[in-house]
């Protein structure tokens, strides 16, 4: 399972930097939003390269913005392998996504917890990090369904009372069944 969660999320995490790129670019388009910097930024902290004021290090921007999408992607398809699939898994891997860049923009001192931020900065950011955990997630549960269903799916199956969470609901909804 980890080597098909190694590739399979590396595709889909660039995937969806890809989409959540795209969708940045046209609502900057759209807002005359200027381009962000900040992953830049952090990597050179990170990796201890030279900062340089005033200069937009645009390969060094890409590589983390990439990078990061890339890597965290292998999370989300370990969560699609297990069995964690469809909408509910890729909000709860949004979280996960604002949370690795709150982590990385705060312990670098690059950034600032977003309980500071313009409200209206705050929205697109948590847009575009939506947009990038849902098309990562559809990406990831595509190629995991072709391996069929996860051994959360197969036991949910096998139980009396719980569905695989492929395919309809069973009468009552997803609430009615015993943990």
Partial sequence: MIKRALWQGLVAGTAGGVVMTLGEKAEQALTGRPDS???????????????????QPLPVNWAMHFGQAALLGVLRSVMAQAGLRGPVASAKFAVVRLTNDQILENA?????????????????????????????????????ARDGLGPG???????????????????????????
């Fill in 37 to 55: 910097h900040v992953p830049a930024r952090v990597l050179e902290r990170l990796t201890g390269l030279p900062e340089r004021p005033g200069r």
């Fill in 108 to 144: 670098t001192g690059v950034g600032a917890p977003p309980s500071t931020w313009p409200r209206k900065e705050l929205v697109v950011d948590l847009l575009h990090k939506a947009v990038y955990a849902f098309a990562t997630g559809a990406v990831a549960d595509a190629l995991a």
């Fill in 153 to 179: 799916q197969r036991h949910a199956a096998a139980r009396p009372g719980r569905h695989s969470d492929v395919g309809p609901l069973p009468r009552g909804g997803a609430g009615s069944s015993a943990r």
